[in-house]
């Protein structure tokens, strides 16, 4: 009985090693072979009579026979490989112990297919114009590819076995991250000076088994010095083609609107048609140059970004009232619908309200038949999101998916007829995105459109600096002018000379730089061009001089490097062509906020700052609103004001905490400080209270209150002029 269940058992074991792939050979203690399956003698070329209980020498494979004894000997797992017949095997001895002495078990592989799939992989890998360099699990640098050699003029026996990762070979501190194992893939744009100029693009992926088992990494080298390269002259083309378009546009829009404005003397109707569409296609063309520049400042990464907390029904409400007249004009409405208490977003006020102009403008040209607008704004998944709709001809899933790629247009009549760039969507979808937002489209054709993004919220971190606003009245003063362009110098004086202001003209920053100490004018406007670029250097030393640097000066620029300017020291920035509007509201600001006492009034409800605000400024002040506590703040490091205003509840920082802070400044604690609160005082901080000069409670009548202020103000001693003045 004993014996037939050892005969089953064998039997088992036959079946079993017969119907593996691998080859099975057992080798007896006595160096015989016990057992031999179908595939080991397919492979050895042999038949299991001739080998089974023969020695092993009968395999026929001086490698397998050494190695067995050296495994039976030392009684180890060996392995090893050998080719027989243009075929590559591997093989493993494995010892076991049968009663007093060892036998063993050889496993045998058909490497093959495996080692010529490797082979060919090593060819694509050695033949490929990136660079690669593959890193085990401990980091160990196990092949390198030619290209990578020529890229890091080093050869493959000097990096291969080192214990580093690829940023150190860079000469580059680790990724920061950290390892690429927990961190996932990294990339970096890598300038390299040796063993040659590159600029390289480097990417390091990790590995990983079926069981997600962390293999190593490769790290892939690419150069992309010929198209950094070719991107620069791109962006210098594209800046000085718009350096010289737009220095004849700015006298071309500006003359045709002084002609418009009967500057030249009467115009009759035909004229006023012919200059009118005139004034349209220089618009359109200056549209075109923007646009350019905004790509161009996008992909070479130069936009300036100003995000701070953003009232989006404030942003909204201003795109709208654009469209207004147009509206008015074709029987339509912008319906606007947004909650009360949506709260504010992250975002730069400029750009969001280039993305709603964009966007409702393109729901009015793109709506032929009529109908009116939505805009809707609500809080969905921690964003602020923002949708405008229309009920124009809709947008087909295929041009959805391509919408907003760069110079794409939907192909019809429509389109055509309207015409364009294709770059508004792309740019505004670019700064969206660098505010960390999303921007999307759903649309059906025939049924309309409805364009979104999102915005991030707003948090602590983001802090609105409020502006300076002048006292309404007439103004006046001298102001310098400096343009090395004399027709639009002309066309600067006379916007200015217009307003009642005493113009004086620069034509170089030498003339500039002696007429600013000779007439310490109130303001001057300056193109940085001068001099082929050398205004950055005038700005720079007239913040430096203490007879000018109080001066305000408003760059007027063509090359738009806002960054810069603002860095140098100038107070504003308005790009050419010149807004005539922006550039007088600009110019009145300051004139009026340097003739006039400051006051900060710093309240949370808008209602009483608009109030407050208005009130002041037709009294002859300058006035700077804040909404809590931290725009106050933020208010008196750009400009040291004669007097404050403070309520006492407010959000993000409170009236407690800011005439602390005030008072505990040696810069700041003389500044005169009125507090004004509805509320009953916090009796554990009511010490606090007594830093103020006066508590007025709410309601207030509002001429008595200012009378107040004018009290304050004429009572404290005179102030330094500025505290961090220019800053922002």
Same mark, same amino acid.
């Given at each position: 009985? !004993?014996?037939?269940?050892?005969?089953?058992?064998?039997?088992?074991?036959?079946?079993?090693?017969?119907?593996?792939?691998?080859?099975?050979?057992?080798?007896?203690?006595?160096?015989?072979?016990?057992?031999?399956?179908?595939?080991?003698?397919?492979?050895?070329?042999?038949?299991?009579?001739?080998?089974?209980?023969?020695?092993?020498?009968?395999?026929?494979?001086?490698?397998?026979?050494?190695?067995?004894?050296?495994?039976?000997?030392?009684?180890?797992?060996?392995?090893?490989?050998?080719?027989?017949?243009?075929?590559?095997?591997?093989?493993?001895?494995?010892?076991?112990?049968?009663?007093?002495?060892?036998?063993?078990?050889?496993?045998?592989?058909?490497?093959?297919?495996?080692?010529?799939?490797?082979?060919?992989?090593?060819?694509?890998?050695?033949?490929?114009?990136?660079?690669?360099?593959?890193?085990?699990?401990?980091?160990?640098?196990?092949?390198?590819?030619?290209?990578?050699?020529?890229?890091?003029?080093?050869?493959?026996?000097?990096? $291969?076995?080192?214990?580093?990762?690829?940023?150190?070979?860079?000469?580059?501190?680790?990724?920061?991250?950290?390892?690429?194992?927990?961190?996932?893939?990294?990339? *970096?744009?890598?300038?390299?000076?040796? !063993?040659?100029?590159?600029?390289?693009?480097?990417?390091?992926?990790?590995?990983?088994?079926? *069981?997600?088992?962390?293999?190593?990494?490769?790290?892939?080298?690419?150069? =992309?010095?010929?198209?950094?390269?070719?991107?620069?002259?791109?962006?210098?083309?594209?800046?000085? =083609?718009?350096?010289?378009?737009?220095?004849?546009?700015?006298?071309?829009?500006?003359?045709?609107?002084?002609?418009?404005?009967?500057?030249?003397?009467?115009?009759?109707?035909?004229?006023?048609?012919?200059?009118?569409?005139?004034?349209?296609?220089?618009?359109?063309? $200056?549209?075109?140059?923007?646009?350019?520049?905004?790509?161009?400042?996008?992909?070479?990464?130069?936009?300036?970004?100003?995000?701070?907390?953003?009232?989006?029904?404030?942003?909204?409400?201003?795109?709208?009232?654009?469209?207004?007249? $147009?509206?008015?004009?074709?029987?339509?409405?912008?319906?606007?619908?947004?909650?009360?208490?949506?709260?504010?977003?992250?975002?730069?006020?400029?750009?969001?309200?280039?993305?709603?102009?964009?966007?409702?403008?393109?729901?009015?040209?793109?709506?032929?038949?009529?109908?009116?607008?939505?805009?809707?704004?609500?809080?969905?998944?921690? *964003?602020?999101?923002?949708?405008?709709?229309?009920?124009?001809?809709?947008? #087909?899933?295929?041009?959805?998916?391509?919408?907003?790629?760069?110079?794409?247009?939907?192909?019809?009549?429509?389109?055509?007829?309207?015409? &364009?760039?294709?770059?508004?969507?792309?740019?505004?979808? #670019?700064?969206?995105?660098?505010? &960390?937002?999303?921007?999307?489209?759903?649309?059906?054709?025939?049924?309309?459109?409805?364009?979104?993004?999102?915005? !991030?919220?707003?948090?602590?971190?983001?802090?609105?600096?409020?502006?300076?606003?002048?006292?309404?009245?007439?103004?006046?003063?001298?102001?310098?002018?400096?343009?090395?362009?004399?027709?639009?110098?002309?066309?600067?004086?006379?916007?200015?000379? *217009?307003?009642?202001?005493?113009?004086?003209?620069?034509?170089?920053?030498?003339?500039?730089?002696?007429?600013?100490?000779?007439?310490?004018?109130?303001?001057?406007?300056?193109?940085?061009?001068?001099?082929?670029?050398?205004?950055?250097?005038?700005?720079?030393?007239?913040?430096?001089?203490?007879?000018?640097?109080?001066?305000?000066?408003?760059?007027?620029?063509?090359?738009?490097?806002? &960054?810069?300017?603002?860095?140098? &020291?100038?107070?504003?920035?308005?790009?050419?062509?010149?807004?005539?509007?922006?550039?007088?509201?600009?110019?009145?600001?300051?004139?009026?906020?340097?003739?006039?006492?400051? =006051?900060?009034?710093?309240?949370?409800?808008?209602?009483? =700052?608009?109030?407050?605000?208005?009130?002041?400024?037709?009294?002859?002040?300058?006035?700077?609103?804040?909404?809590?506590?931290?725009?106050?703040?933020?208010?008196?490091?750009?400009?040291?004001?004669?007097?404050?205003?403070?309520?006492?509840?407010? !959000?993000?920082?409170?009236?407690?905490?800011?005439?602390?802070?005030?008072?505990?400044?040696?810069?700041?604690?003389?500044?005169?400080?009125?507090?004004?609160?509805?509320?009953?005082?916090?009796?554990?901080?009511?010490?606090?209270?007594?830093?103020?000069?006066?508590?007025?409670?709410?309601?207030?009548?509002?001429?008595?209150?200012?009378?107040?202020?004018?009290?304050?103000?004429?009572? #404290?001693?005179?102030?330094?002029?500025?505290?961090?003045?220019?800053?922002?």
């Amino acid at each position: 009985m !004993p014996a037939d269940k050892d005969r089953r058992c064998f039997s088992h074991i036959r079946a079993f090693m017969a119907g593996t792939r691998e080859g099975m050979i057992a080798i007896s203690p006595d160096r015989t072979v016990r057992m031999l399956n179908e595939p080991a003698a397919g492979m050895l070329e042999v038949t299991r009579n001739e080998c089974v209980g023969s020695p092993a020498e009968a395999l026929g494979v001086p490698e397998l026979t050494q190695s067995v004894e050296t495994a039976l000997a030392e009684k180890e797992i060996v392995k090893g490989s050998f080719e027989r017949r243009n075929r590559c095997y591997s093989f493993t001895i494995t010892p076991y112990e049968d009663a007093d002495a060892t036998g063993a078990v050889l496993s045998l592989r058909d490497d093959t297919e495996i080692l010529a799939a490797r082979k060919r992989s090593e060819a694509i890998l050695l033949s490929t114009s990136d660079g690669i360099l593959v890193f085990d699990a401990d980091d160990r640098v196990t092949f390198v590819n030619p290209a990578a050699e020529t890229l890091l003029g080093k050869g493959a026996e000097e990096l $291969v076995g080192l214990v580093t990762d690829i940023w150190t070979i860079f000469g580059l501190a680790t990724d920061p991250e950290g390892r690429v194992q927990e961190t996932g893939t990294q990339a *970096r744009e890598v300038r390299m000076e040796e !063993p040659e100029h590159r600029i390289v693009d480097v990417r390091v992926d990790p590995v990983f088994d079926d *069981r997600q088992t962390y293999l190593g990494s490769v790290s892939t080298i690419r150069d =992309v010095t010929v198209e950094r390269e070719a991107m620069q002259m791109k962006n210098e083309f594209v800046s000085t =083609v718009s350096h010289e378009l737009r220095t004849p546009l700015t006298s071309i829009k500006g003359y045709i609107d002084l002609i418009l404005d009967g500057e030249a003397g009467e115009v009759n109707e035909i004229q006023h048609e012919f200059l009118s569409i005139v004034k349209e296609n220089s618009d359109r063309l $200056v549209e075109l140059i923007n646009d350019m520049l905004d790509i161009s400042r996008i992909e070479s990464g130069r936009i300036v970004l100003k995000v701070q907390p953003l009232d989006v029904a404030e942003r909204i409400a201003g795109a709208v009232n654009t469209f207004k007249a $147009v509206t008015d004009q074709q029987g339509r409405a912008i319906h606007v619908e947004i909650p009360g208490d949506l709260p504010k977003a992250a975002g730069d006020p400029d750009r969001v309200g280039q993305v709603l102009i964009n966007f409702i403008s393109n729901a009015i040209k793109y709506s032929p038949q009529g109908g009116d607008v939505f805009v809707r704004a609500e809080l969905a998944d921690d *964003r602020v999101r923002v949708g405008i709709s229309d009920e124009g001809i809709g947008i #087909s899933p295929e041009d959805q998916a391509r919408l907003f790629t760069k110079f794409y247009r939907v192909d019809s009549s429509l389109t055509r007829e309207i015409g &364009g760039t294709g770059l508004g969507l792309s740019i505004c979808k #670019s700064i969206i995105e660098l505010l &960390g937002g999303e921007v999307g489209v759903e649309s059906e054709p025939g049924s309309g459109s409805t364009f979104w993004f999102t915005l !991030p919220l707003a948090s602590d971190r983001h802090v609105r600096t409020p502006s300076l606003e002048g006292p309404l009245g007439s103004p006046g003063g001298r102001i310098l002018v400096v343009d090395d362009n004399s027709d639009v110098a002309n066309l600067i004086a006379t916007y200015l000379s *217009r307003r009642g202001y005493e113009v004086v003209k620069a034509f170089n920053a030498s003339e500039a730089r002696e007429l600013a100490l000779e007439l310490e004018p109130r303001v001057i406007t300056l193109d940085v061009m001068v001099d082929e670029g050398a205004g950055f250097g005038l700005l720079e030393e007239l913040k430096a001089d203490p007879r000018t640097r109080d001066i305000p000066v408003v760059v007027l620029s063509i090359i738009c490097d806002q &960054g810069r300017s603002e860095r140098s &020291g100038c107070t504003d920035y308005l790009e050419k062509p010149i807004d005539k509007n922006r550039l007088i509201s600009v110019i009145d600001g300051l004139v009026g906020s340097i003739a006039s006492p400051v =006051v900060l009034v710093t309240d949370d409800d808008r209602s009483i =700052v608009e109030l407050l605000t208005r009130t002041l400024k037709q009294r002859g002040y300058a006035v700077m609103a804040a909404y809590d506590g931290k725009e106050a703040m933020a208010a008196v490091a750009r400009k040291r004001p004669d007097a404050i205003l403070l309520d006492i509840r407010m !959000p993000v920082m409170d009236g407690y905490e800011v005439l602390e802070a005030l008072k505990t400044n040696p810069e700041t604690r003389d500044i005169p400080v009125v507090i004004m609160s509805a509320y009953q005082i916090d009796r554990d901080r009511a010490s606090v209270l007594d830093l103020a000069t006066q508590l007025i409670g709410k309601p207030f009548d509002v001429e008595e209150f200012v009378a107040h202020i004018e009290e304050v103000i004429s009572e #404290s001693e005179p102030a330094p002029a500025s505290v961090g003045e220019g800053e922002s």
